[in-house]
């Protein structure tokens, strides 16, 4: 899902999303790199500048 994510910043461009987030984009590209561990805050940072969201639902038993 990180790795999806970085993809999608990347293709609106990564300096705006910077400019959105408040994070610098050295930052931005070592938190979406491949096999990065982004703090939570950082992903929905990133979800809203991107316009994407993370729903949950409950599974059907």
Do not use: C, D, W
């Not at 987030?21 to 805050?41: C, D, H, I, V």
């Not at 940072?45 to 409950?58: C, D, R, S, Y």
């Amino acid at each position: 899902m990180i790795n999806a994510i970085g993809h999608i910043a990347k293709a609106i461009g990564m300096t705006k999303i910077a400019e959105e987030t408040g994070m610098s984009r050295p930052s931005l590209y070592k938190a979406l790199s491949e096999g990065a561990k982004p703090q939570f805050a950082t992903i929905m940072k990133v979800l809203k500048a991107i316009g994407g969201q993370i729903q949950v639902n409950p599974i059907s038993t």
